[in-house]
């Protein structure tokens, strides 16, 4: 029987997935604090999110390291054992897109001009969202797994859709921020070549997201 697939393994990939998807959402929150203590120029509370962030970014690394030692060489899986994996990696790359954004925020304390600031908080909620967004999908695939049902089928490809979403209105405030940055006369160039950088690194978290939903619709392909 199909819906009992994963129970013929010594451990379902998607116990790790979840897991990994988690520490992605736990990321969230993190992730906002840590732009807000940055914009109150709050170097303490900064650093604590970041390095929490920090953390929870190893942690993804050491369930991802997991998941890969128990797909054994000959595994039966009901989908492409390197989907799963390419999967894995963009989930992965999520939780490094977000650290790397923490990463490069903490190398400078650059004053970003008060028309600007609007924006910049409405691409971090946009990328919030993105983070939580994942979790919803590895749930919904699990049970897709489990039962093969077109109904937890459709579900997979909702929450997909939902992180297209999240993709493309983050994408639009991305260029925005980008343009505005590039023509504004900052004192520094520096501080020019951090903003464009840190909204890079912002858009990479997005990103990441999208592709490994695409990756779950090649998974979930009938």
Known sequence: MRSAFFSIFRKSPFEGLLRHAEIVREVAPLFRMAFISYLDESRADFEKYHNKVTLLESEGDAVKRNIRGHLPRGILLPMDK??????LREQDK??????????????RQTHIPDEFVDDL???????????????????????????FSENHRAMVKST???????????DQVERKLLSDFLNYPFDNPTSAFHLVRLVEYMGD????AQNAGDMMRAMIAR
Not at 126 to 147: D, G, R, W
């Open 121 to 147: 908080l409405l691409l971090v909620d946009k990328i919030t969202s993105v983070l939580k967004s994942v979790h919803p999908m590895v749930a919904a695939a699990e049970s897709y797994f489990q039962s």
């Open 94 to 107: 999520i939780l490094d897109a977000a650290q790397d954004s923490l990463h490069w925020l903490s190398y």
């Open 160 to 170: 997909i859709k939902q992180i297209r979403e999240y993709e493309f209105e983050s």
């Open 82 to 87: 390197f989907q799963l994996l390419w999967y």
């Open 205 to 208: 978290i997005s990103n990441h």
